[in-house]
Nanobody
Framework: VQFVESGGDLVQPGGSLRLSCAAS????????MSWFRQVPGKERELVAR????????RYADSVKGRFTISRDNAKNTVYLQMISLKPEDTAVYYC????????WGQGTQVTVSS
């Protein structure tokens, strides 16, 4: 199982980013997927979840209305569109199956700062 996250960057408050996660090593099209984020010294936080076929999504209260999770099963890729970014969104972002497995990717750093 492998996850390769990308798309993180330094962005100003109010800006937007789109994260991507290419997954392999399992049957992606039948797996629910999630995005997590982690700040040093804190536990990993669930940000968003999407069902296997993309019809059902769920979000942490802190990102509702600003983040959108989606997936392309033909490309084995899950996305996280982020708008109206805030400094508190600064973290390393990871994708993972739902329920989570043992193998995490390297994550992608999102920094929101002026």
């Amino acid at each position: 199982v492998q996850f390769v996250e990308s798309g993180g960057d330094l962005v100003q408050p109010g800006g937007s980013l789109r994260l991507s996660c290419a997954a392999s090593g399992f049957t992606f099209s039948t797996s629910a997927m999630s995005w997590f984020r982690q700040v040093p010294g804190k536990e990993r936080e669930l940000v968003a979840r999407v069902s296997a076929y993309g019809s059902i999504t769920r979000y942490a209260d802190s990102v509702k209305g600003r983040f959108t999770i989606s997936r392309d099963n033909a490309k084995n890729t899950v996305y996280l569109q982020m708008i109206s970014l805030k400094p508190e969104d600064t973290a390393v972002y990871y994708c993972m199956t739902d329920p989570p497995g043992p193998s995490w990717g390297q994550g992608t750093q999102v920094t929101v700062s002026s």
